[in-house]
């Protein structure tokens, strides 16, 4: 792994993650996200698209971007993995260190609704 791939990442605020439908199509999803070490850790809801499309090919591209998805430099490609228990918790901490007040109202608002969600944690190539 090269600091270079990772540099863009360190002062944005959100990153697209590209993911593939089964016919290869791409689709991409502007998100919040933490860095840690070589890994960059996103979440979404347990039923989401990407999480679907993630679990059925690892492979994703990602780029820093906007709050809209506008990208914001070069995409990188990535491999996606679906966190077990204390990696979650981890990439939770992680997010809430860094969107603090913004992230702990989603977490209370996902608790209320009964929401399943996932922690991802993106490896660049």
């Not at 689709?27 to 996200?33: D, R, Y």
């Not at 840690?36 to 090919?57: P, T």
């Amino acid at each position: 792994m090269t600091h270079n791939k990772l540099t863009p990442f360190l002062n944005a605020n959100y990153l697209n993650l590209e993911s593939y439908r089964k016919n290869g199509t791409p689709v991409a999803t502007p998100m919040w996200f933490a860095l840690q070490n070589d890994s960059l850790y996103v979440y979404s809801l347990a039923n989401a698209g990407k999480v679907k499309r993630i679990r059925n090919n690892a492979r994703v591209r990602v780029v820093p971007c906007d709050m809209r998805g506008k990208p914001q430099g070069e995409w990188v490609e990535g491999k996606a993995r679906i966190l077990d228990e204390p990696g979650a918790k981890l990439g939770h901490r992680l997010l809430e260190e860094k969107y603090g007040w913004m992230k702990r109202i989603g977490n209370i608002y996902s608790r209320l609704m009964k929401r399943d969600r996932v922690v991802i944690a993106i490896d660049l190539a």
